[in-house]
C-alpha cells in the first residue's frame, strides 16, 4: 500500500506528462511535490553566443510562497563566457510575473541576476528565460516553495487543543490555591 504522498507525486507526474507531452525536446520538467519546503535547481551551460531562450516548466501540487533567483558570472564583459538577461517571465496561475533582473555591466559589474518572490496557487508554471550570450555563457538558478495551509492539519488541531486544555486546567489549578489561602 503506497502512502498518500506517494499517490499525489504520481497523480502530479501523470498531469505534467500529459499537460507537456507536445514540448520540445530541449524543455526541462520538474515537479515539484507535496511538502513544507520543495526547491529545484535548473541552469544551462555553454550557451552559444547570440541570442538564446530556455523554457522550464514545473507543477506545483499546493499553493505556496514562491522564491527564485538566476545568476550567472563572467570573467570579462562582453567576451567568451558572458552572458546578459534580457527578460524572465514566469506565467501560469495569477501570471505573468516578471523577474527583477540586474544587469551589472560597469567595469566591476560581472554577475547578472534575475529574481522574484511571490504567492503561486497550485498548478502548471512555464519559467521563459531569455538573453544574449556573448559565447559559452551559461547561468544557474534555484527555486523554492513553502506549502501554506488555509487550515491546520488534523495533528495540528489536536496539539493546539491539548494545549488549551493544558493551559486551562493550570488557570483552574491556581484559582483553587487561591480560593483556599
Known amino acids: 500500500m503506497f502512502p498518500r504522498k506517494a499517490y499525489r507525486f504520481a497523480a502530479a507526474a501523470l498531469a505534467a506528462a500529459a499537460t507537456f ?8 520538467t520538474l515537479i515539484f511535490t507535496v511538502g513544507d519546503v520543495t526547491s529545484g535547481s535548473f541552469g544551462n551551460a ?10 522550464l516548466q514545473f507543477v506545483l501540487d499546493e499553493a505556496g510562497d514562491f522564491s527564485a533567483s538566476i545568476t550567472s558570472t563572467a570573467t570579462k564583459l562582453g567576451k567568451n563566457g558572458d552572458l546578459d ?5 514566469l506565467t501560469g496561475a495569477g501570471g505573468p510575473f516578471n523577474f527583477t533582473i ?21 498548478g502548471a508554471y512555464t519559467l ?3 538573453g544574449n550570450s556573448f559565447g559559452n555563457g551559461q547561468f544557474g538558478g534555484n527555486t523554492t516553495v513553502t506549502a501554506t495551509s488555509a487550515a491546520p492539519e488534523p495533528a495540528s488541531w489536536g496539539l493546539m487543543i491539548l494545549g488549551f486544555l493544558g493551559a486551562g486546567s493550570v488557570v483552574r489549578m491556581r484559582r483553587g490555591v487561591h480560593a483556599a489561602a
Not at 540586474?102 to 497550485?122: I, K, M, R
Open 85 to 89: 538577461f534580457t527578460s524572465v517571465v
Open 46 to 55: 555553454k550557451i552559444k553566443k547570440g541570442g538564446f531562450t530556455d523554457v
Open 128 to 130: 521563459t528565460v531569455t
Open 21 to 28: 507531452s507536445a514540448l520540445p525536446a530541449a524543455a526541462a
Open 102 to 122: 540586474l544587469n551589472n555591466d560597469g567595469p566591476t559589474g560581472l554577475v547578472d541576476s534575475a529574481s522574484l518572490s511571490t504567492f503561486l496557487a497550485a
